[in-house]
């Protein structure tokens, strides 16, 4: 089983749509985030919430909106979409409540490819 | 807030080649530190890892890492390369704080030729 598993890997789709990714860890962990990863492979935090908490908000425009049902999900819906919003999104999770031995160590899961025209 | 800097942006280095990258990062507190491997087209996984004690650190596939704290320093070490370590490559730095976020460098792409 895939530890952290996302849906979609790729998605193509014109500027102004509106779009959603989904993510899911099976490991317990009490933390989940989005990062993002452009062209050149930097990767950036956007979110990341605690037990359905958010606790990390990055500077990201509003038309990105987390939500988290439960401390196992972590979705992520883009609104009126532009090309600059084209990377790939991955969402990780990480085990934050059980001391330092484990403390940022990020489980990834395999991103998802988004391609705005 | 902590930052994080790989000097090397892109390696190039022959089969059996020794590999250095480095990474030094900025924070005044205890700090986790982390190597992650981005092998093409696929997601991060840890490489090795850094809490407490011993600063030479090893990790899979024969990388380890040397934590120096005068230096803030955490370079990533391997004495020899293969073609299959050809990836991208990214250091990350964790302020061990509650709800502290990780920091990541801006990756070195290692191409290992055969």
């Known amino acids: 089983d895939t530890a952290v598993s996302q849906t979609p890997k790729y998605l193509v789709t014109q500027m102004g749509n509106d779009k959603s990714i989904k993510c899911e860890q099976n490991l317990g962990h009490d933390t989940m985030y989005w990062y993002k990863q452009d062209s050149k492979k930097f990767l950036k935090i956007m979110f990341s919430?605690?037990?359905?908490?958010?606790?990390i908000n990055e500077t990201v425009p509003n038309r990105f909106s987390p939500k988290s049902p439960d401390k196992a999900h972590l979705n992520l819906h883009i609104n009126s979409l532009e090309l600059g919003d084209s990377a790939v999104y991955f969402c990780a999770s990480s085990q934050e409540g059980r001391g330092r031995e484990v403390r940022g160590e990020l489980f990834f899961g395999e991103g998802s490819r988004l391609t705005v025209l | 807030a902590q930052s994080v800097s790989q000097h090397n942006h892109h390696v190039i280095l022959s089969e059996a080649a020794s590999l250095e990258l480095g990474c030094n990062y900025s924070?005044?507190?205890?700090?986790?530190l982390f190597w992650y491997v981005q092998y093409p087209g696929q997601h991060l996984q840890l490489l090795l890892k850094?809490?407490?004690?011993?600063?030479l650190v090893k990790g899979i596939k024969g990388f380890e890492a040397e934590f120096i704290k005068s230096k803030f320093s955490f370079n990533l070490r391997k004495p020899s390369v293969q073609w299959s370590d050809t990836a991208e490559y990214f250091c990350?730095?964790?302020?061990?704080?509650?709800?502290?976020?990780?920091?990541f460098g801006d990756g070195t792409t290692l191409t290992v030729k055969p």
């Open positions: 919430y605690n037990n359905k908490e958010l606790i």
């Open positions: 924070y005044g507190g205890t700090v986790n």
């Open positions: 990350a730095v964790n302020p061990n704080t509650n709800a502290g976020k990780s920091t």
């Open positions: 850094y809490f407490s004690g011993d600063p």
